[in-house]
């Protein structure tokens, strides 16, 4: 349990540090696009083209992030197999307060009283979700339910871009919400995927959930970058953690035998409740007013890349 801990607190570090660097790449990346006044920045929607994010892609700072975002990756597979989902997931989606803390520092972002409430809150949900927590279930599940989760998130992905292409600039939660669905389902395909212990290449290849791994990772990433281009990194990636969080937490308890420690499942209720709560309002007080900033550059958002220039 407490090695499942430290991984899952790990990999929180490593994706709330990327998602800073990746938005601070986005940011930069949009910033070029307008100084061009280049009309193939966007999509007649308002939102990002392909182009437009692959160019946010190959910023230094982005690279960087999603190097981290790769090692909070791997330390977030192994804490699925070692912990309860609805513990694993929520403390992966801490990052949020990582990401917050950071942005800060970064991107020139105040927190105010009540986001820095909301991030204690999600603290101690954390805490009770910890104090909860009981053994892990089994992950051995037929395969016509892996078959099923990748349709779910082939569907989940093409979704979340089809969404995007009709809100454009409007997407920035939604594209940030199906971004973490997209990560849930990669949680439970880590979770599920044959031919890991003992390994065994033949069934490993042959499993559907390592394809949907590879579906909602890479799907996932896209729309988290395209909703940090969007709008609010603390609100995007809050929206992240809510689809992240909740379906798999869900599914680990009904599907997958996770459990609480006897006499403790109020307060499990309680803490994944409260934590998906804390990382709303975080999101809600996090969002900017409208009009309240209307260029990036006098609201101090890249105090790092001004100190380089």
């Known amino acids: 349990m407490i090695i499942g ?77 070692l912990l309860p989902l609805f513990l694993s997931q929520t403390v992966i989606s801490a990052n949020l307060v ?27 949900a954390l805490v009770l979700l910890a104090t909860a927590a009981g053994p892990e279930g089994g992950g051995h599940t037929p395969l016509a339910a892996h078959w099923w989760l990748l349709v779910a998130s082939v569907v989940l992905i093409g979704g979340g871009i089809v969404v995007v292409r009709l809100l454009g600039g409007r997407a920035a939660i939604l594209a940030g919400l199906f971004s973490g669905l997209g990560f849930g389902a990669l949680g439970i395909g880590v979770r599920v995927l044959n031919g890991m212990a003992p390994f065994d290449l033949p069934s490993l290849l042959g499993d559907p ?51 609480s420690r006897p006499g403790f499942a109020w307060v499990a209720v309680l803490g994944f409740v409260v934590a998906v709560a804390g990382a709303v309002a975080v999101a809600w007080f996090g969002e900017p007013e409208p009009g309240a900033q209307t260029d990036p550059a006098q609201a101090g958002e890249l105090p790092a890349e001004a100190a380089a220039r």
Not at 29 to 57: D, I, N
Request: hydrophobic share 50%; proline share 1%; charged share 10%.
């Open 5 to 81: 801990l430290l991984t899952a607190v790990a990999a929180s570090a490593g994706y709330g540090t990327g998602s800073v660097l990746q938005a601070l790449g986005s940011r930069k990346s949009a910033r070029r696009e307008a100084a061009k006044a280049s009309a193939s920045g966007v999509t007649q929607h308002g939102g990002p083209s392909l182009a437009s994010t692959a160019k946010a892609a190959v910023t230094w700072e982005f690279m960087l992030g999603t190097v981290l975002d790769f090692v909070g990756f791997g330390l977030g597979a192994l804490a699925a197999r």
């Open 98 to 124: 990582i990401t917050a803390v950071l942005s800060v520092k970064l991107l020139g972002i105040r927190l105010t009283r009540a986001e820095w409430t909301s991030i204690a809150v999600v603290c101690s």
């Open 209 to 259: 959930a390592l394809y949907a791994i590879g579906v909602a990772g890479i799907g996932g990433m896209y729309l988290h970058t395209v909703a940090l281009q969007l709008g609010s990194v603390n609100g995007a990636t809050a929206a992240l953690v809510v689809g992240e969080t909740v379906i798999p937490g869900i599914l680990g308890v009904l599907w997958l035998g996770d459990s």
